[in-house]
């Protein structure tokens, strides 16, 4: 299998590559910043060092202060308004990509649920994953 992961926004005017060995994890995340970007129940997110990361084109950022209070950078195509990553300022070693812009997303492995506590009763959370009610733990 190719472990080169492609992906970008819907109408192509952003795309990114990396190495899928290079993630770093994968998670549901029910924090309410989440839902209100997504304009879903969870954002299905995976974490990736910046340096694994390439990109081609632009996007636009709208920044906001998370749910746990840090600063998030939230990266949007603006032509079709696809929601693609998001940078997180306290952590610029890392880029939290949907999965859902990735052109396979089957391979992804999801390690847990992330702010569960705010996850709403039309889009429980998935008890097949072990579920925290705040955010990663840092190492």
């Known amino acids: ?10 109408c192509g005017d952003f795309e990114y590559r990396f190495n899928r060995k290079s993630v770093i994890s994968a998670h549901h995340c029910h924090c309410t ?19 694994a990361l390439e990109t081609k084109g632009a996007l636009k950022f709208y920044k906001v202060k998370g749910t746990a209070g840090s600063h998030i950078s939230r990266g949007f195509c603006d032509e079709c308004g ?3 990553l998001s940078r997180i300022e306290e952590n610029p ?4 990509i949907k999965a859902g812009s990735m052109t396979d997303s089957s391979w992804l ?17 998935d008890d ?3 579920a925290s009610s705040g955010n990663l733990q840092r190492s």
């Open 1 to 10: 299998m190719n472990d080169e992961v492609t992906g970008g926004c819907l």
């Open 93 to 96: 070693a890392v880029q939290i």
């Open 128 to 130: 097949r994953y072990p």
């Open 33 to 51: 910043d989440c839902q209100k970007s997504t304009g879903c129940g969870k954002a299905t997110i995976v974490i990736v060092p910046t340096a």
């Open 109 to 125: 492995e999801i390690s847990s649920s992330i702010w569960s506590d705010s996850a709403q009763p039309w889009s429980p959370v």
């Open 82 to 84: 696809s929601p693609v």
